[in-house]
């Protein structure tokens, strides 16, 4: 009795450490990325001093889309990296390179100054970046996954998206910050570059953790990288299909929603940010307990309920809030939204990881992840402001609807990976 109790503390606390460890650089590694879009709407214009509001948002949305074409080679070479050499390592070596990027642009001089040297080296820097995400979502998922015994897998892996999260809120808090502390003509001329140095230095403390973290419970065993299209194309197919549909809604429920205020309903930036800081607030709180309900229920019921809601009210919430009147009114349908949505952020890491075994676990999670948020959560910003543009935003909410239909039958037509799940329990 005394070694199994030992047994199950010594597990407890190895299941803690691997949260804190994957979650620390987590929440850096996205902290940094979402620090780009929270403060697109005032550096824009010194990077793309041409055109009106909604052109310099839309050259600033597709730079943000060419940093996900680095994401693929990321997950590629670090998800290699972590399926071979460990998880660790490659955990390590992706937080380093976002601290890389977040430092350069932090002190990247703008367009008056080097002229169209500014918009090329802001895509240097987040190019630099989008490899460093895409080697660190499969290797972080995987490590995350890995070690809880499956009873509590769903709930524990849920912080992966927690830390996410939580880094998009930092992001939100600094800017929310800033503009209480500074005028707008200050955070345009240079407060901007204050979260860059913060992610930075952030950064470097989450590589000082995973460097001293304990490798996961699972010995990487080396296998070639065809071997993820040779034996494993189902489920990596699968993965592409879900992620396209999760990583559009993800945007556009998320972090397209602040410029979405500003530019279409036409709130103020002040209490665009609030509100999306709130809403995501809101968001970070209920992943481990979606996370916790697929332990009971299954990954598949969730991400079921998650597309069905998404396809059938995705059209209705966002013309609502397009035409709200008051933030009263539009937070609750933000909060709607973001509901649906958990359906498929809490359990995302963990079905994925639970459709591949160890010796291509992180790169078959990273890689069709990365690839689809290329085609798809990549260019949603940018599909959504050239819709705009265009006169036609509400084709918008039509493009994420059917793509989160298109996912429904890809999950209707998989077997749910909490019953076959080919992550071995750490016993």
């Not at 502390?181 to 230095?201: C, H, K, T």
């Not at 599909?383 to 909410?397: C, D, I, Q, T």
Request: with cysteine.
């Amino acid at each position: 009795m005394i070694r199994r109790m030992g047994d199950q503390a010594n597990r407890r606390r190895a299941t803690l450490t691997a949260v804190i460890a994957g979650s620390a650089g987590n929440f850096v590694e996205w902290y940094d990325w979402f620090a780009y879009s929270a403060f697109s709407l005032y550096f824009a214009k010194r990077f793309f001093p041409e055109g009106d509001r909604t052109t310099q948002l839309l050259q600033t949305a597709a730079v943000f889309a060419l940093g996900f074409l680095m994401r693929p080679l990321g997950a590629w070479v670090l998800g290699r990296m972590a399926d071979t050499r460990g998880r660790r390592r490659a955990l390590t070596l992706s937080v380093y390179g976002m601290c890389g990027g977040s430092f350069v642009i932090a002190g990247l001089p703008d367009a008056r100054a080097i002229g169209v040297a500014a918009p090329a080296l802001l895509l240097l820097a987040r190019l630099v970046q989008g490899f460093s995400l895409g080697g660190e979502y499969g290797a972080s998922a995987a490590y995350m996954s890995e070690v809880p015994h499956a009873r509590w897998r769903g709930f524990w892996s849920s912080f992966h998206v927690t830390s996410l999260m939580a880094g998009q809120l930092a992001a939100m808090a600094v800017l929310a910050t800033l503009q209480a502390l500074l005028p707008d003509s200050a955070i345009e001329a240079w407060g901007w570059r204050i979260p860059f140095v913060i992610g930075g230095a952030l950064a470097i403390s989450a590589a000082w953790i995973r460097g001293r973290a304990v490798e996961s419970h699972l010995a990487p065993q080396p296998a070639a990288t065809l071997a993820l299209v040779q034996r494993h194309a189902k489920p990596a197919l699968i993965a592409f299909a879900l992620t396209s549909a999760g990583g559009v809604a993800f945007y556009a429920y998320s972090t397209y929603m602040q410029k979405f205020l500003v530019n279409t309903t036409g709130f103020s930036r002040t209490t665009a940010t609030t509100l999306s800081a709130l809403s995501l607030v809101f968001f970070m709180i209920v992943q481990p307990a979606f996370g916790a309900l697929s332990d009971r229920i299954g990954r598949r019921a969730m991400l079921a309920g998650c597309f069905g809601a998404g396809m059938l009210l995705t059209w209705p919430l966002m013309t609502a809030i397009a035409h709200a009147t008051s933030p009263a009114a539009a937070f609750p349908l933000m909060l709607v939204l973001l509901l649906i949505l958990s359906g498929y952020t809490s359990v995302m890491a963990l079905f994925k990881a639970e459709l591949f075994p160890a010796e291509v676990r992180s790169i078959g999670i990273g890689l069709p992840y990365a690839l689809a948020n290329v085609v798809f959560g990549g260019t949603a910003e940018y599909v959504a402001l050239a819709l705009k543009k265009a006169g036609h935003e509400p084709a918008f909410y039509l493009y994420v609807s059917g793509i989160m239909g298109v996912a429904l039958i890809v999950t209707l037509a998989t077997a749910d990976t909490a019953r076959i799940s080919r992550i071995e329990n750490p016993d």
